[in-house]
Structures are given as structure tokens and as C-alpha cells.
């Protein structure tokens, strides 16, 4: 079993960079892929990003590709989420996951956090 919980929310003007971080208590959280998805305001959730276990290959939607950046401290047990050049339509629920392998589909992941909330004005 593994619990995750989401750290580094809040709100930022457009430009701006927040980074969340996703501490994962446990056993064997090097070995699980781990992934970020964000839900909008009355939206589907969908895929941001993932990492794999062993070499840390990581892996993003078109939308996030050049600002975002996924990475991992095994020894920390934690994952993170780097957002640079924040958009207003990155508001979302950021919430983070994790799995046997690195996947686009939610579907994919048997672990999540609760989510956190990240607000971006204009």
C-alpha cells in the first residue's frame, strides 16, 4: 500500500512558476512510475506527466511539454512537479499518481493523492 500526498499549490500569476511535490509513504516507491494529472473547473481529468521507476525516462502531454518538468528523489520518497510559464488554463486540481508502468490513461494508476489546487491568473 502506498499513500501519496500533494504539496506546493496555490496561486500565481500568468508567467509565474510554482513546483508541487507529491510525498509518498510506503514500501517500494522507487519501483512504481509515477505521474501527475490535472482536473479544470468542470473538466475531465487528464495526463501532465510521468517518470519511470528505474531510469527516471520521463514523458508529457503536448500542452505542458518545454514549461513542466517531472523528476524524482527515490531516496526521499517523493516526486515533483516543476511548473514554469504558468497559463491561466492550467488551473486545475493537480493530483498525483502511481503504478506498475508509466501510462497516459488514469486507468493505469492504482495509487492518489488527494490533489491540490493550483490557481493561475491573468
Known amino acids: 500500500q502506498v499513500q501519496l500526498v500533494e504539496s506546493g499549490g496555490g496561486l500565481v500569476q500568468a508567467g509565474g512558476s510554482l513546483r508541487l511535490s507529491c510525498a509518498a509513504s510506503?514500501?517500494?516507491?522507487?519501483?512504481?512510475?509515477m505521474a501527475w494529472f490535472r482536473q479544470p473547473p468542470g473538466k475531465e481529468r487528464e495526463f501532465v506527466a510521468t517518470?519511470?521507476?528505474?531510469?527516471?525516462?520521463?514523458y508529457y502531454a503536448d500542452s505542458v511539454k518545454g514549461r513542466f518538468t517531472i523528476s524524482r528523489d527515490n531516496a526521499e520518497n517523493t516526486v515533483y512537479l516543476q511548473m514554469n510559464s504558468l497559463k491561466p488554463e492550467d488551473t486545475a486540481v493537480y493530483y498525483c499518481?502511481?503504478?506498475?508502468?508509466?501510462?497516459?490513461?488514469?486507468?493505469?494508476?492504482?495509487?492518489w493523492g488527494q490533489g491540490t489546487q493550483v490557481t493561475v491568473s491573468s
Open positions: 499518481a502511481g503504478g506498475l508502468i508509466p501510462a497516459q490513461r488514469a486507468g493505469n494508476y492504482r495509487y
Open positions: 510506503g514500501r517500494a516507491f522507487s519501483t512504481y512510475a
Open positions: 517518470i519511470t521507476s528505474s531510469v527516471g525516462s520521463a
